[in-house]
């Protein structure tokens, strides 16, 4: 039987990536951000401060072990229990990942960080860059999102244009919906405009299938998902 990995989970069949290989770089819940409808609860550490987390050495090796069992996937995805770009190594790692396999590389990011130039740089040598965007004016960012004090929506929404305009690989963006917090004609009207702004390849849209941080997040159902896409265009 395969010895139990520490920094890496699955593979597991992803809505978004297919069958895919999880690759968890920062310690549960280190995050610039503290989402009341986040799977993981409330955040412990919410900070900025980029780090080594986890040692890039072991997270090497553990592929390694498991690319040798035969390893089956459509992506190796850098996630983690927490917010993935906060770890300095980020860049150093998904060079290490594409030395040693060619199942392309993504990244699940809340895409805080991408304002700053040696973020965007290490997501940049990723193949699929996933990043969120709930709200698209700093009311609704602070109350579905509640962010560290240094991070605005502005920042977010400049970082993600900048990146784009940097980033010639794919980019996904997940708007997540919270019924009664960012569902209104005004605040879609606004993440529209956003989107517009960002110009990601594809949108996906998501709600609160699983527990949440917040007791009292009410999920959407299929019917308003797709009005909202409609909506969205």
Same mark, same amino acid.
């Given at each position: ?85 906060? @770890? ?56 579905? @999102? ?35 917090? @960012? ?22 849209? @998501? ?27």
């Amino acid at each position: 039987m395969a010895e139990e990995k520490k920094y890496l989970y699955g593979p597991v069949p992803s809505r978004r990536l297919g069958y895919s290989l999880g690759v968890d770089i920062v310690p549960i819940k280190a995050c610039t951000l503290d989402c009341i409808y986040c799977q993981l609860g409330r955040t412990a550490n919410k900070t900025i401060e980029r780090r080594d987390y986890v040692p890039g050495e072991a997270v090497l090796a553990e592929l390694k072990e498991k690319l040798a069992e035969g390893l089956t996937a459509d992506f190796i995805t850098i996630s983690g229990s927490g917010e993935p770009t906060l @770890n300095s190594q980020l860049g150093e790692l998904i060079d290490g990942i594409k030395k040693i396999t060619d199942i392309p590389v993504a990244i699940l990011t809340n895409g805080t960080l991408l304002h700053r130039q040696d973020v965007r740089a290490d997501c940049a040598r990723a193949d699929v860059v996933v990043p969120s965007l709930d709200a698209a004016d700093e009311q609704t960012f602070q109350k579905v @999102n509640r962010p560290h004090r240094d991070i605005s929506i502005e920042k977010l929404i400049s970082g993600l244009q900048t990146f784009r305009n940097e980033f010639a690989g794919r980019i996904w963006l997940e708007v997540f919906f919270v019924e009664d917090f @960012n569902t209104d004609a005004e605040q879609i009207a606004k993440i529209k405009n956003a989107i517009e702004q960002i110009r990601p390849d594809k949108v996906q849209l @998501n709600t609160a299938v699983r527990p949440t941080a917040e007791p009292g997040v009410k999920r959407l159902d299929a019917k308003k998902l797709r009005a909202i896409a409609a909506q969205l265009g």
